[in-house]
């Protein structure tokens, strides 16, 4: 950030103008006004998201980078200007190093049987974190169970933030491969990445990023994180589902093999032999989610035209908030306390489990995630079977937590 | 539309903080377990089936409200019942919190299984409800692996 960027008071969102941008915020539930305090599980769509996606289908719909013809030269232009929009909100160095898939948890499996079966063997090991998503977890076992390499997992401390202490003392000669969330979906928790990055490089290890839940709420520097690959996903950035991306050093996605073969990623089939595309192609099997991708654009485009600061701000404000709230609240428990997190609060509410509460939030018209978020091994960590979890985002207000918190004494009054 | 009233009726809350017939069973000669991963709801049902007759039933585990209240009703329900009324109860059961059968029948009202029929209206809720009969069942058929709600 320069000096000019810096005597600019902060930024302000206009929460009321974003909302009229979200139809669904119209709805009733139940004859109540809709409180939507699960964007971490997925987000609302702006009417700009909404209309993108209509208007590919509705003025510009053809298959992508095979036809001649008008309509599909302007749908590949739309795609592709996805693409840079893409590589701009992640500051990648080249456009060319985005590929598209589904969304992180294709990102993180692309990553692990193309990069991951090329250079992992027994022997190696890889670094994990407690407070990964199961789409962090899981490909990594797959591919463990078939390779017979060693996953160590990074302890995070009572706050549920990484021990970066014992990280350290992870790393060592035999660590190829660190893969860690930028933000953890289950409690918040932003974690140092740049340091973490760093770390790992010092050792020649290579850096996977899971930014699915750090996309909505942070500015994204890949080139300033050092990492060597990126995930994330549309659903959670207020884009379509099916959509999202993995940002890769370009050099690595080069010698990386092709992940699915098919279509579109070849530049000759016989029977003899295939030869495949440049990247990002190599790695984009098949007709693509077209009118989703270009659709993730303009929710980047929505993103990063509301701006960063202000939006983290704005989600800070929120969050102080809710924990002001909420802690007024005697039999209530909050998971996760980092210093640096994002507006997400998940807690226990006595000895209440946290499906009744969420029946009872639902009927209020309140959406909150219960369970365990993907994310079991967090769970363990606090020795919690679930929990309540209510993540704000950019359409969110200070009533919306007034709500939750009336809510809230509403099933206690319930349970009493 | 259902009140949140007909799904946390007092019986519930009172069986969910209070369960009856809670713990281990000695001499019990039937068990099963129960799972639900979406709650990670985990029950133990434990069984004395004597000739035809369930003579004692217990439970261990934890859940939810509605599926700690079901198991606790449901144990103090088929204590002393034959297992073929057991088994139709469980029939019976299943149709009253599914929505298939109204909860106007005298045995679910007199057994307080009535009060499970707010459930049809929470579809997200019915395994919770069911968890318990499930085990109880596959522990009636001597089933050994464990009983899952997905």
């Known amino acids: 950030m320069n000096m000019a960027t810096e005597r600019k008071p902060a930024p302000m969102l206009d929460v009321e103008r974003i909302r009229a941008d979200f139809p669904i915020l119209g709805e009733q539930i139940y004859g109540k006004r809709l409180v939507f305090l699960d964007s971490a599980a997925s987000a609302q769509k702006p009417r700009q998201v909404i209309d993108a996606e209509r208007m590919v289908y509705e003025r510009e719909y053809a298959n992508i980078h095979r036809g001649v013809y008008y309509l599909s030269q302007r749908a590949t232009d739309a795609f592709e200007a996805a693409r840079e929009t893409t590589r701009a909100f992640l500051n990648a160095r080249e456009t060319r190093e985005i590929v598209f898939l589904r969304g992180a948890t294709e990102g993180v499996n692309l990553v692990a049987q193309s990069w991951g079966l090329d250079n992992l063997k027994v022997g190696d090991a890889i670094v994990l974190s407690t407070i990964e998503h199961h789409s962090n977890i899981v490909p990594w076992q797959l591919l463990r169970d078939r390779l017979g390499f060693e996953i160590r997992v990074a302890p995070v401390d009572d706050e549920g933030q990484i021990d970066m202490a014992a990280y350290r003392d992870l790393l060592d000669e035999r660590v190829k491969l660190v893969a860690i969330t930028h933000c953890a979906n289950s409690i918040g928790t932003i974690t140092p990445i740049r340091e973490i990055a760093r770390l790992a490089k010092e050792q020649g290890a290579v850096v996977l990023v899971d930014g699915a839940q750090a996309a909505p709420h942070l500015r994204i520097d890949v080139q300033e994180i050092g990492c060597d690959f990126y995930v994330f996903s549309g659903h959670k950035t207020y884009g379509p589902s099916g959509a999202g991306a993995l940002y890769g050093r370009g050099e690595l996605l080069d010698a990386m093999p092709p992940w699915q073969g098919g279509g579109e990623m070849i530049t000759r089939v016989s029977f003899e032999e295939s030869r495949f595309h440049e990247v990002p192609h190599k790695f984009e099997a098949g007709t693509p989610n077209i009118a989703g991708t270009i659709a993730l654009g303009a929710a980047l485009d929505y993103i990063s035209g509301l701006g960063h600061e202000a939006i983290l701000a704005h989600e800070h404000d929120l969050l102080d908030y809710a924990m002001a709230r909420l802690g007024e609240i005697n039999s209530l428990r909050v998971i996760g306390t980092a210093r640096e997190k994002a507006a997400i609060v998940s807690f226990t509410l006595g000895d209440i489990h946290p499906h009744d509460v969420g029946t009872i939030l639902d009927r209020e018209g309140i959406a909150v995630r219960v369970g365990h978020h993907c994310a079991q091994p967090t769970m363990d960590r606090f020795d919690l079977p679930a929990t309540v979890r209510a993540s704000f985002g950019i359409y969110n207000t200070r009533e919306d937590v007034d709500a939750l918190y009336d809510g809230l004494r509403k099933t206690l009054e319930i349970f009493a | ?150």
């Open chain 2, 1 to 150: 539309m259902f009140d949140l009233q007909d799904l946390y009726q007092e019986i519930i809350i009172d069986h969910s903080k209070r369960p009856r017939n809670f713990g281990a069973l000695e001499g019990a000669n039937r068990h099963a377990e129960g799972d639900n991963p979406l709650c990670g709801d985990q029950i133990k049902v434990h069984l004395i089936v004597e000739g035809d007759t369930v003579r004692e039933a217990r439970f261990e585990g934890r859940g939810c409200a509605i599926s700690t209240a079901s198991a606790s009703v449901m144990t103090d329900t088929i204590k002393g019942k034959p297992v073929a009324e057991v088994k139709a109860l469980f029939e019976q059961f299943h149709r009253l919190v599914t929505g298939e059968e109204e909860p106007s029948d005298d045995v679910l009202e007199v057994d307080r299984l009535g009060a499970f029929a707010g459930v049809r209206d929470y579809p997200m809720r019915v395994k919770c409800a069911t968890l318990s009969w499930h085990t109880m069942n596959a522990a009636l058929e001597g089933r050994d692996d464990p009983i899952s709600t997905e």
